[in-house]
């Protein structure tokens, strides 16, 4: 893996790509690969990432990726047409 990052490296080098492009090329697609993994869920894309939940939505703002495509259209149901919890048992 070493290599195929020391060639990429040599090769945006030599095409004349500023570092603060770079650097933002790979957080972009850094980010996606996990939020693509965690199929768009932010919170588990965040733990993995080591950091805020906040900071991982500000991030993504900052680089305009839209999670929506990830989710596949599935979204979390409105609690009035979720099933009702069970009663919690009283501990006495």
């Known amino acids: 893996m070493r290599d195929q990052l ?6 945006m080098y030599k095409s ?3 570092y603060s492009e770079a650097v933002r090329e ?3 697609r850094f980010i996606l690969t996990v939020l693509e ?14 950091m805020h939940r906040n900071t991982l939505s ?3 703002q900052e680089l305009k990726i839209d ?3 990830l989710r596949g259209g599935a979204k979390r149901p409105p609690r009035s047409a979720r099933p009702v919890a069970m ?3 009283q501990v006495r």
């Open 16 to 18: 004349n790509i500023l």
């Open 26 to 28: 790979f957080k972009k």
């Open 58 to 60: 500000r991030t993504m």
């Open 6 to 11: 020391e060639a990429l490296i040599l090769q």
């Open 37 to 50: 993994e965690n199929r768009g869920n932010q919170c588990k894309a965040a733990r993995e990432l080591g």
């Open 87 to 89: 009663e919690r048992r």
């Open 67 to 69: 999670v929506r495509p």
